[in-house]
């Protein structure tokens, strides 16, 4: 199994969801970036990940989501993250990004917030 | 237990070891009485600690090493770092304003809050033979 995949799925209404998968950390980071930023790219500013396949995150990988918010919701959008896995939703808990970040269980909860 | 449990890993500057560093950390906490609720982030504290030295240790192509020994005692779950890269002390580094950093959208610099956030204790020693010694500590309760 490769250490990280990305999926990238088009979504209605302009939105992309991302799967991500493995290890998100200071080795995988910039992959999961260069993709945000090339959907940046694009002129699509409203995100889902689903984190529910992402086994560890450390600082590294979280910053990806702290450098990526604030150009989402300045160009209208925003990142939803989704079904973090209990080690990973603690990061986030200790970083004190939980209360930043909007948390979502289903692709439609998701795809409502981002409306 | 009695008997403490001890072992070193040693990697090279390079973020690809980072996941052989959390399989040796992971062994060592499962092989300990540190309680696996702390797995996780006791392995957090230390890829955190380990990816400053690889980022920010050594000019940019410069080879170093990094050395991790973890000893795992009835009291403690303690974790010393070594590498020979420019002095950086972790304690000269104020803890972030979330909020602040998201804003600005800081990346970087959130591995010492951490560190601090999760271990009982966060030393550093710099010793002569130009070498950086960061001791972690997790208190066994």
């Known amino acids: 199994m490769p250490a990280f995949q990305i999926l990238k799925e088009k979504l209605p209404q302009g939105m992309v969801l991302l799967s991500v998968k493995g290890f998100l950390d200071a080795h995988t980071f910039e992959e999961l970036e260069k993709t945000i930023n090339d959907i940046f790219e694009d002129g699509i500013y409203k995100l889902a990940v689903d984190l529910s396949g992402l086994d560890y995150i450390s600082s590294a990988g979280a910053g990806v989501f702290i450098g990526a918010i604030g150009t989402a ?10 079904k973090p896995s209990p080690n990973v939703k603690e990061v986030f808990d200790l970083l004190g990004l939980s209360q930043i970040f909007t948390f979502k269980d289903t692709r439609e909860d998701a795809a409502n917030a981002l409306k | 237990m009695g008997e403490s449990l001890k072992d070193r890993l040693v990697v090279s500057n390079d973020t690809k070891h980072l996941i052989v560093v959390r399989d040796f950390v992971s062994r060592l906490i499962r092989a300990s009485r540190l309680a696996r609720e702390e797995e996780n982030k ?17 000019d940019e192509g410069a080879e170093g ?4 020994e973890v000893e795992a005692a009835d009291q403690q779950f303690k974790i010393v770092i070594r590498d020979t890269g420019r002095i950086f002390n972790p304690e000269s580094i104020p803890d972030p304003d979330m909020k602040e950093h998201v804003q600005r959208g800081h990346k970087k ?5 951490l560190m601090r956030q999760i271990m009982d204790e966060v030393r550093y020693k710099f010793k002569d033979g130009v070498k950086n010694e960061l001791t972690l500590v997790k208190f066994i309760r």
């Open chain 1, 73 to 82: 919701q300045e160009n209208d959008g925003n990142i939803i993250l989704m």
């Open chain 2, 42 to 58: 006791v392995i957090l504290a230390v890829d955190e600690a380990v990816t400053n030295i690889i980022e920010h240790g050594y």
């Open chain 2, 65 to 68: 090493s990094i050395e991790i």
């Open chain 2, 109 to 113: 610099g959130l591995g010492i809050f």
